[in-house]
């Protein structure tokens, strides 16, 4: 492989797409884009979803003020709706544009996309500020998965029955399953 140096200007990462469903402070529901997302673990069974906003977006002032947020993922055919969501700031106005199904979280007061084949519901447990962004790390306190699944662990989820759109700059869709741990180095 012959590599090239250049300025650390890029900030290429595979990233996984979700739109964020928070509560406006009138009550209302907002919706918007964020592809800075992760997981990391915490002691116990429990994992904390990772996710960073800048500047001062609705969402975010939401996220701060509430400390809940649903994260809805997104499959290529809520293109469209996630540009639309990615467009437009919510204070220039109601995101009504478009006509898109809304519930609320089964364990969370959060607004949800009904589109979404997985959700998250979850609770702000700490946030680290980095110059005009801060990452939440954040309490999964309910997933809401596709019907069509139904993993044996952790491990067995069919991301191309998701179909994700994944975004670094461009938005892209997955290619194939390639196999699990194990199928190409076997420990002796
Ligand atoms: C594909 C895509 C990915 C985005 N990812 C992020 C992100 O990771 N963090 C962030 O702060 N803003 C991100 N944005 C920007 C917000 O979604 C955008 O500013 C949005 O209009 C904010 O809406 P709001 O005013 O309702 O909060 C992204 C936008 C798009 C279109």
Redesign the pocket.
Known sequence: MKRKSVAPIYSMCV?P?FIIGTKNEDGTD????????SVTHEEGDGYLLV?????S??????VIRTGIFSANLVSTDMLPL??Y???????DGK?NDMEYGVSRGAVLDVPTLDESPWVYECEVARSVKTGD?TTFFCHIKNIQMDERLSPKDTFDIDLTLLDPVI?SGK?HSLGKILGEIGDFHKAD
């Open positions: 990233q797409s907002n919706f918007a884009p964020i592809t800075w997302v996710i960073s906003m800048f500047g977006k609705r969402t975010k002032q939401n996630m540009d969501f990615g467009s437009k700031h919510a204070k995101k962004s975004y938005y």
